[in-house]
């Protein structure tokens, strides 16, 4: 899809980077009529013929085990990336531990991310207000809503709404229908009920109805192949077979490949004009546009602007790089003998999770009954996953011979899963700033991280594991997940690849970088619409909130500049 | 717990922890927390050693390679008589029954070659591991019967098979060997199930396109899944 940038194509709006926030503010850019250029680091990506849907595990090496070279299996839609990439270092400060995955492909990590898709709730954009810690986003749920229900109906989201506090329904006609929940998770649901705890459907970019569209038709979901490997028939979201090709239809978009932003530029009055990027041969160039939208995920977006200018440019706040975020994470995992030798049947499904456990206790939360102030969820998993590296008997398995076929059998498809999704709350100690030594390929300095999980973060995960074991229990199971206090069992920093928060949004230009519609305070002509803007992480995956707050700026970006303000 | 094993142990946790593919049933050696029987008359000494090995040194695939046409870039460096073990010993773990055939039949000793013959970190600890454990097997043959496994009778091998099969079984003596077991056969178990005739054994249903919504578990699945939950004292909730 990606064309060299004509020479003659001057853009009146220049967007660094094509995944969710880059996708959308060139779809509504280029909607309202503005030339626009997308500059994605990485190289051209198609989905039709670059993922590998439907391979088998056999035909791939080490059946398609992870390496440090394709960290999440051989067949991921990652791209010249994953938790390293070649030429681009980063460092963590002593002391901290940090994990950052990253992707150089069109699209970005739309192209492979898990596409669960719940929206944040009325408490989530008031935090502080709830409990007295962070900060209050400067929207309200009501005013980021309809912007929601816009982003559900152009991207699909599967989901039933279902009325539990703080998990905001859709409008009527929004959602697109659930499909059946598998054996595994009507049996999760049962044992979670029993206990008092919910047990949904949940909601994914994923489509179960096609949708037509003379650019960008998508199929629905064909119940089979991982999401992770990237979609073809375009079923799973993502920009490369949606956003991107509909902006491209309008004839107002050019995408140039293979561009490493490094810098803003600016001019004697400290307006933007433009971005210096390195191609692959590491030849820099200079792009001019009347407006700079930086989308280029939260780390490098905050990386972009600490490098434009001495103490970071549009940072008089000083915050760009502070309250960097992350979601905290763990895995519990049981054997279920009730499971074990069941019937089989084709248990694929879409891939995503058809059910899942939202937080459930914010009444206990409001009265003060918890020992950990912000909430958390389950992604559940058990299925007759298809074999690879790893069969999933649990570590059941014993001997050898006609007896230990007998196990393999009677063992495949018996363990389930709970996966603890947690918010976390910033912190002085959570941020990314320049690496004083290190420099990339490009010879510009990387990012160096510190981390910290506060006792928030550790007091949560320890519920969230305590009451896995308990549903666990509950079915007869035995938690075969390695038994870890929970500052072991939490994630390191960043291992969710749930970045947020580098140059947040505020109600004032003391306290954070931009405004409401991801505006820098400093710089009228500099936009913001990647996950760095959050003010804060509550513990729904971000993808649709960034999303959504992109439409948002994106369109409050093109009405000022049609009124000639920008 | 040894340094190797303890990185080995690592390695495995991290590869777990990554989420897409856990290399399952390695990544918690378990013998450690068997209850310990009474000892067989003991081996005069302990025959395992940790070789040392060079580090291999061929490419990996690259951050890029072309997924649809995949290939396998670093040379298979294993013995004749490793790869005879390892079919031999393939055969023992997964013989030929009614519904699959035997190990060495789906070629576990070439996946076992491929895998220990990657330059990557974990297949290097695995390397070392599955190598010295191939040692062993011939030592502790050659100390029992005099020849190498290769020239014993299916019973010996057994013999030697046994004294680190069973997790609950398993004598101090023998634990480094038991852990080489353990992922032996998490291998060999990932190399014969991931095949089209392992599939076809374990029943997996799936990566089969279909039209229209899915339509969930069978009605067999459904009366499972409800006996199951009513020997629980639990109920199906109606969605």
Redesign the interface.
Known sequence: MAAKAHREFEPDVVIVGSGAGGGMAAYVLTRAGIKTLVLEAG?DYDPVS???M???????????????????????AT????WS??GEPYTSAPGSVFRWWRSRMLGGRTNHWGRHSPRFGPYDFQPFSRDGLGMDWPISYAEVAPWYDRTEKLIGVIG?NVGLENHPDSSPGVLL?S?????TE??I???A??LGIP?V?ARYAVL?RAIDHPHAPRE??????SC??GCGIGAAFQTTTSLLPMAMGTGKLRITTNATVSRVLTDARGKARGVEYFDKDGVSHFVKARVVVLAASACDTAKILLNSKDGGLANTSGEVGKNLLDTTGT?VSGHIP??EG?????????DVA?LYIPFWLYKEQAAGKLDFPRGYHYEIGGR???????????????????S??ED??RY?GA?LSYTVRGEMIPNKDSYCELDPVVKDKYGMPVLRFHWKWSSHEIRQIAHGIKTAKEMIH???GTV?S?DLPPERAI?DGGFIIHELGTTRMGDRAGNSVTDSFGKSWDIENLVITDGSVFTSNAHKNPTLTILALAMRSSAHLASRMKKGEV | MSEISRRITLAW?A??????????????P?PNAAPMLPAPPPTPVSLWQDLTLPRITAP??????N??K???PWPLTLEPQQREVLRIAAD????A?A??PSGSALHLDA?LD??VS?P????QADRRLILSGLAWLDAESQQRFHVGFAQATDAQRREI?DLV???RKVTPQYQRPAQFFVRL?GLM???F????E??A???????????G??????P???A??NA??T???????K?
Not at chain 1, 79 to 82: E, I, M, P, R, T
Not at chain 1, 344 to 349: C, F, M, Q, T, V
Not at chain 2, 120 to 123: C, D, G, I, V
Not at chain 2, 193 to 196: G, H, N, T
């Open positions: 190289r670059d993922s590998a439907l391979k088998w595990n056999h035909e791939a090496p080490l059946r398609a085990a992870p390496t440090p070279e394709k960290d999440f299996g051989y067949y991921d791209v010249n990336g994953g990439v070649p039933t229908p499909p059946k929940p598998r054996a009507l049996m649901q049962a044992a009920n029993d047990c459907p179960s629905a979901c064909f119940n089979a192949s992770g490997r895995n009730a499971l069941r019937p089989r049947y084709n248990e694929d499904g879409m058809h007759f996953g298809m074999p690879g590296a790893g069969l999933g008997l649990g570590g059941m398995e014993d001997g050898y011979g006609l230990l076929k393999a059998r495949y363990q509950r079915l007869g075969t390695p994630s | 946790l590869t777990a922890s990554a989420g897409a593919l856990a290399l399952e049933g390695c990544a918690a378990a990996g695939y690259g951050y890029d390679p997924l649809n995949p290939v396998i023992l773990m997964l013989p029954d519904h699959s996946f491929e895998w990657a990557y970190p974990l297949q098979f099969a069973f997790r056969r178990l990932a190399g199930y991931s095949q089209p392992g599939i054994d374990i029943g997996y249903m799936g990566n089969n396109p279909t039209t919504m899915y339509p969930g578990p069978t067999e699945a459904m499972h899944l199951a939950l020997k629980l004292g639990l109920k199906l909730v969605i």
